[in-house]
């Protein structure tokens, strides 16, 4: 059987065969043409250039013509390539010739124009044979002519020149025929592997039936590439369910206007069984499977059904689909943050356009305050709105909205029910809540208005008001079960966010009241302080300033890992503590020991109890500052060390020996370090918050505060804001404390010191100078007190104390302190004197006279301390004398 392949490749040769024969005929015959031409064109110009030469016309009126003109003729000859030049007159009588044994004849030939004055050019047959022939006349001065001069070339000579020609000739055709049947060669081999060998008759057969059954079918059938291109649009029918414009074949199915749904599977590599898809009008139930192994490209076969007449049933189908993916969109999309009104902005904002086009919550006060709402009121704050343009006659975001008895609002409210009014217009219970608002939105276009109760655990939270305008359908009973379904699952987001309000609150408010509300008043540090609670929740970092006896200042910070109450409660609990131990006048070193014993207690027994997780991660640091001596003291609990900024702009961190975290009970002593600063120097405090977090290690952060801390000197203020600026994270995970304190020295001229003997006469002198150094100070008013208790203070260190005995005061601000040290550990104690005592009543003067009494120990003793505000008016007055004193405390009075 002969293939459509081989009839095409034999064709193609015959054509092929065809062609080069003729154009080989066609290139000897124009060769021989210009052959021909060149041979007359050159006789003609050669025999008209020797008739015009110079001398000619002497040479033929010499005796002897032809011996002068023979040797001329021939080189002419032999410079033109003409086979004669023949030189004769009128007679007939030839001159000159190429063959020496033809001058002298005779000459036959059409010269008779020539030698009418017209040159010319012919063909015939001479004496060399057949040639071809020009002739041109000679003439003299006066135009008449004289001779004729005529050029032959033999007609051989011509045809030896295109012989010359003919092997070329071949040879291109030859090549030409090689090029062109290869070329069909390989056509015909691509289209046997098209046809897969079949011959003109099978394949006439074949397309029959192929446009028979695919065109005479009501299915659409497509053929799509892996690239999802159209190859092939295989019926009319699948154009016409398609609506497929007239240039779909080759096109991406993108690009042909599809329902997005159809073009996604068209190019995409899965299969489908009667999937239901919209096309126009109509609805399709495709059905699409690989050609493979059936092609030898894989590709896709799709067909098309139309099922119009379910399109009810599909149209409900698809309503409850998209009702289902609003409804799991909402669920992913509402209560993303812990925020009421940014949850209740979600539930408004997922429902617009897809089931209303406005839709407005309305809250309750107590909900957007974090808190529980008792009963159900008809006031509620709008907290938000979606799908309104600027100029909406609604009721803005924030105002309070009291709702009238019987409207469908408060009826949703005071009812928890939904209420569904299709036609607002004419619902007159809706329109008396503000009629001329209720024009103003029926001119809006608002038509259709679905109210519906948030409710959570039983309690109504505020309502959602769903608002449809313009070509939208009312809401009907459908509407209102999703509406309700939809408004529960806010509900539910909207009181997580409450509850977790009403806890951030309640931990701020608790937080707020453990932290310190203000610094005291002081005069040995110009402190500063910055508290950035984390985003996830109130902390345990916490800070303190705390006075100290003597004219020093204590700085706390401390750290308690996490986050929530008990990290507030307990950063409380150990702030408490850290008070009640620096009022003792301890050490750092012994005031963290005495807090690491407390932790470790306290973790026992919340550990017995059960009640709650133990005190683990609490870090502290306590450092004490002496604005007499100007040295720091500090010591560390696992926290970080302090940083010093000294006045030239170094920076350096005060290292403290490495002791655990509070609470692991180690058993290993606290130790501490010193350091003499000058004044103008800043102490700087602060949590791992502020230098370490996920970005960033701990020693690019200390790194980053040295560089933030050095420079210029700055004011604590100042200082505060350029660090929080320069360290502080965009989102900071951790919260942070920052404590900066500027130390000031008290002037060595507000300072007086004494050694006393431990000898009774020598409290006298000593008291003697003391009154004196008041009255340089300009403190006159309140020397008669201090006078009792320097007398009080020393006589006791005298009798019951130990050398060396020493007496300070020191003049503040706003006080006036008077020490008196010795060498004995032991102390004195206010107590109540019998009426039958000799003693036991001058540390009740010193209370009565000081403002502030105590004791504190050093490694080499005690010190007893009186403080005495400096001022008129705060003190009795010079006039109550000690026995006015004593009675009223043996009358039962303060004491």
Known sequence: MRSVAREVFLLQLVLVVLLVAAAVVALVVQARRDTMTDARHRTLAAAESFAHSWGLQEALNSDNPTAKLQPLAEAARKASGVDALIVYKLDGITLTHSDPRQIGKHVIGPYAEAARGKPFTRTFEGALGLSVVSAAPVKDPSGRVIALVAAPVTVEKVQKSVNRQLPLFLATAVGALALAGGGAGLVSRRLRRQTHGLGPVEMTRMYEHHDAVLHAVREGVLIVGRDGRLLLLVNDEARR?????ADAEGRHVGDLGLDRRTAELLASDRTATDEVHLAQDRLLAVNKRSTSPYGAHQRSVVTLRDTTELRWLS?????????????????????????????????????????????????????????????????????????????????????????????????????????VEPDLAGSSAWRSQDPERARRIL???????????????????????????????????????????????????????????????????LQRSLMPRGLPDQDALEVAHRYLPAKAGVGGDWFDVIPLPGARVALVVGDVVGHGLHAAATMGRLRIAVHNFSALDLSPDELLGHLDELVTHIDVQDEDTEEGPAITGATCLYVVYDSVSGRVTAATAGHLPPAVAHPDGRVEFLHPPVSPPLGLGTGLPFETTELSLPEGSRLVLYTDGLVENRSRDLDAGLEALRAALSGPDRTPEDTCATVMQSLLPARSTDDVALLVARTRRLDPAHVAEWDVPRDPAGVGPVRNDCVRQLADWGLQDIAYGTELILSELITNAIRYGAEPIHVRLLHTRSALISEVSDGSSTSPHIRQAKATDEDGRGLFLVAQFAEHWGTRYSPRG????????????????????????LSRWEDGGEW
Request: hydrophobic letters at 45%; a negative charge; proline letters at 7%.
């Open 241 to 245: 369910l398609l609506d497929l414009p």
């Open 315 to 419: 149209g409900r189908a698809e309503v409850a689909r998209e009702r289902l993916r609003l409804l799991y969109d909402a669920g992913t999309r509402i209560g993303s943050t812990l925020n009421v009104v940014r949850t209740a902005e979600e539930l408004a904002q997922v429902a617009v356009p897809r089931f209303a086009d406005i839709v407005t919550v309305e809250l309750l006060d107590p909900v957007l305050k974090g808190e529980e709402p008792a009963v159900a009121g008809t006031e509620l704050h709008r907290a938000a709105i979606a799908g309104l343009t600027p100029d909406h006659p609604l009721h803005p975001v924030g105002e309070l909205l009291r709702f009238v008895p019987g409207t469908p609002v408060a009826a949703g409210v005071d009812q928890v029910r939904s209420v």
């Open 443 to 509: 001119d809006h276009g608002v038509h259709s208005l679905a109210v519906v109760p948030l409710r959570a655990r039983g309690v109504v939270l505020g309502l959602v008001d769903f608002w449809r305008s313009g070509d939208s359908p009312p809401f009907d009973d459908e509407d209102r079960s999703f509406a309700e379904e939809l408004a529960g699952r806010a509900a539910v987001g909207i009181d997580n966010a409450r509850r977790y309000t009403r806890e951030r609150t309640m931990a701020m408010t």
């Open 862 to 885: 005690k010190t007893i301390w009186a403080a005495q505000a400096v001022g008129p008016g705060a003190l009795p007055s010079e006039e109550e004398s000690p026995e006015h004193l």
